[in-house]
């Protein structure tokens, strides 16, 4: 397994957020996690990227423990797209995603190499922004700055690529623009894949399983068509749904809030 994490607990301070979390990214798998605000998702995402300590258990990246690995050495392997990006001063496209080969070029070197160029290359032509090259980022559309950022994130070259609400702020056109880019890099580059998503339908659609966070815990974790059940639903988001069967997969209407008698359901264990 590229990613696992075994009986993760972590949080802020002393306060855990996420507790007893069990869970592996398969190769080449496309995994999203779903929950209510508050469920634990960025946590988990940000504990499995070493950017937070855990508190209890492990994340395991290639076998060995990520926080035990150097910044450098973790960032060859996965890379980490953040809900929200901290705009460069004056950087243009192309001196942005070439950031991305830092990791794999000594300290002292500042140029790169032939393999870094052609790396940088191959993530602007992946996303679709070579004309942009010497556009400052900071002048770019909310899509434009995503794919972007997107493109910095696949120089690094990862075998992991973990976003965290990559869909947020963009219109549906751009929603689907960039899922349909992350698929084809999943489905034609071997990508693995964790995703964390408040759409319940575009992960439906794009993922291979959901893992369903409920209050810090992983309530349950399997394909779309397993998970998307109104009891799932019910439990997990306080929402009563109908099921709908279209042509790209199952999908949910939501109806209602839940009644709180209801959704008072302790996780499984």
Partial sequence: MPLEVRNLAGGYGDRPIIEAVNLALAHGEWLSLLGA??????????????????????????GRDIHQLSPAAAARKLALLPQQQILPEGLTVEQLVSLGRSPHQPWWQWELDAAG????????????IEHYRDRAVAELSGGERQRAFLALAL???????????????????YQFQLLELLRRLNQ???LSIITV?????????????????RQGHLWSVGPATAMLTPENLR?????EVDLIHTAVGLQICPLAAASPSITRIPAPT
Avoid: C
């Fill in 117 to 128: 160029r052609a790396q940088v290359e191959q993530a602007l032509h992946w996303t679709e």
């Fill in 155 to 173: 120089a690094q070259d990862p075998k992991v690529l973990l976003l965290d609400e990559p869909t947020t702020f963009l219109d549906l056109h």
């Fill in 235 to 239: 439990a997990v988001f306080d929402i």
């Fill in 188 to 190: 034609q580059q071997g």
């Fill in 37 to 62: 605000n508050g469920s634990g998702k960025s946590t988990l995402l940000r504990v499995m990227s070493r950017i937070l300590k855990p508190q209890a258990g492990v994340a395991l990246l290639d």
């Fill in 197 to 213: 998503l408040h759409d319940i339908n575009l992960a439906a659609r794009y993922s291979d399983r959901l893992a369903l966070l």
